[in-house]
T-cell receptor, first 114, second 110 residues
Framework: DTAVSQTPKYLVTQMGNDKSIKCEQN?????MYWYKQDSKKFLKIMFS???????INETVPNRFSPKSPDKAHLNLHINSLELGDSAVYFC?????????????FGPGTRLTVL | DAKTTQPTSMDCAEGRAANLPCNHS???????VYWYRQIHSQGPQYIIH???NNETNEMASLIITEDRKSSTLILPHATLRDTAVYYC???????????FGTGTRLQVTL
């Protein structure tokens, strides 16, 4: 019973293509996130949704568009893929409460753009 | 969110306690100290967090100094599977981002 799951695990595609990565959480959390880890291993926030509403939007090219059909899902669509988009993308979720809101991460999607 | 400073790398013998320090001298009153680790290229794994009291769970203990300017993560009996990059993160507010630094690469050896 995976808490935060992502599909696909690996994605290899050509430059210029459009692709989507899906994320689902079964923890009942109301906030979901997308992080990107580049080749130098730096992990950075990209987006965050709370109850399907965008609340964090870091400086990310508008080729990246998150979509949250419901609280349990946050998908990432990427248009016109570029070589520099190659990275590992992690989804996470959290639930606000007393004592902080711990984020739980998915296993990641390794995107390779050729 | 406050910035943290951690040693780049540490070694620990298997079976011994691993003590990972973190400085966060600019932490604010409502900010928590979180610890995560990343094993190879897996997703970051939550370990423990605290506000001002020391905390313990099945994975580790977190010791926070009284002035809250530094903390130590303790893995009481390190195993080879604890080899990972450990991140100390200070975070305030709900639904806010985790700002990952470069972390401490812990190598557990036989």
């Amino acid at each position: 019973d995976t808490a935060v799951s992502q599909t696909p695990k690996y994605l290899v595609t050509q430059m210029g293509n459009d692709k989507s990565i899906k994320c689902e959480q079964n923890l009942g959390h109301d906030t979901m996130y997308w992080y990107k880890q580049d080749s130098k291993k730096f992990l950075k926030i990209m987006f965050s949704y709370n109850n399907k509403e965008l609340i964090i939007n870091e400086t990310v090219p508008n080729r990246f568009s998150p979509k949250s059909p419901d609280k349990a899902h946050l998908n990432l669509h990427i248009n016109s893929l570029e070589l520099g988009d190659s990275a590992v993308y992690f989804c996470a979720s959290s639930q606000a409460g007393t004592g902080g809101d711990t984020q739980y991460f998915g296993p990641g999607t390794r995107l390779t753009v050729l | 969110d406050a910035k943290t400073t951690q040693p780049t790398s540490m070694d620990c013998a298997e079976g011994r306690a691993a003590n990972l320090p973190c400085n966060h001298s600019t932490i604010s009153g409502n900010e928590y100290v979180y610890w995560y680790r990343q094993i190879h290229s897996q997703g970051p794994q939550y370990i423990i967090h605290g506000l001002k009291n020391n905390e313990t769970n099945e994975m580790a203990s977190l010791i926070i100094t009284e002035d809250r300017k530094s903390s130590t993560l303790i893995l009481p009996h390190a195993t080879l599977r604890d080899t990972a990059v450990y991140y100390c993160i200070v975070k305030g507010g709900t639904a806010s981002k985790l700002t990952f630094g470069t972390g401490t690469r812990l190598q557990v050896t036989l």
